[in-house]
């Protein structure tokens, strides 16, 4: 299940339009929009205007973050 955005603006980046759609940028949701668009990697870095993406709507769950945090001020 997807939905089909068309790009309709000018220097639109897939992290751009992700962010558009959902608020938010899950972790590998990146990486499930390409599997769904498998030529998109060709427009880097910017997508064409008038270009349809498909973005995966089922289950799309935040998964923690994992990492350690680095403090440069204490």
Do not use: C
């Amino acid at each position: 299940k997807f939905v089909a955005e068309t790009i309709r603006t000018e220097r639109m980046t897939l992290s751009q339009l992700i962010w558009k759609f959902l608020r938010r940028q899950p972790v590998g949701y990146l990486e499930r929009v390409l599997e769904f668009n498998q030529d998109l990697s060709l427009d880097q870095p910017y997508l064409t205007v008038g270009r349809v993406v498909r973005l995966p709507v089922e289950e799309i769950v935040d998964k923690p973050r994992t990492g350690e945090i680095i403090r440069i001020f204490d």
